[in-house]
């Protein structure tokens, strides 16, 4: 769905994917929060944005440093960029926001590899009462793009979870 857009296209897309969580999130009276590695807090940024955040938007954690995802979000020490690190991050965050949906987005922007993976790799996860679940994406395009691409990603994610409910 994201290969072929423009930035502005996938800025557009982004924002009408927030709004829908943002009424999803109204219509069911349930908290939505963000834990952030890659995107550094893009996800937070299109959900506070939408209508009435304030009232369905718990917040956001930007984990960058692997050593603030093993304090704040209790992820266990180790490599950041994998599954595990994914859920342990959204698992962590809903507790410390208690938030009842939360999606969590771990990965490598690029230019270089980064632990053995690939620029473009990605990790999104979504916590929520029925449990967690993660995807594995390969980006193409610059650091950047990637970005712009995992927060996508991450905003349908959140969106088709809370459309479930």
């Known amino acids: 769905m994201t290969g072929d857009m423009t930035d502005g296209d996938r800025a557009g897309i982004a924002g009408e994917i927030a709004e829908r ?11 939505v929060a963000v834990a952030e590695s890659l995107t550094s807090g893009a996800i937070a940024a299109q959900l506070g944005a939408a209508a009435d955040s304030s009232v369905w938007f718990a917040g956001g954690v930007v984990a960058y440093a692997a050593e603030t995802k093993f304090r704040v979000l209790n ?9 595990r690190c994914a859920v342990q991050m959204a698992k962590g965050c ?30 999104v996860a979504l916590s929520s009462s029925d449990g967690e679940v993660v995807d594995q994406h390969r980006f193409e395009g610059d650091p950047s793009e990637v970005v712009e691409h995992a927060t996508l990603a991450a905003l349908e994610m959140l969106l088709t979870a809370l459309a479930k409910r």
Do not use: F, K, M, Q
């Not at 969580?21 to 908290?31: M, W």
């Not at 992820?75 to 599954?83: K, S, Y």
């Not at 410390?96 to 980064?114: K, Q, S």
């Open 21 to 31: 969580i943002g009424g999803t999130a109204l219509a069911h009276g349930l908290s």
């Open 94 to 123: 809903a507790d410390l926001l208690g938030a009842d949906v939360v999606v969590a987005v771990t990965g490598v922007g690029g230019p270089d590899p980064e632990e053995g993976h690939r620029p473009g790799t990605v990790y």
């Open 75 to 83: 992820v266990d020490p180790g490599p950041v960029v994998n599954a």
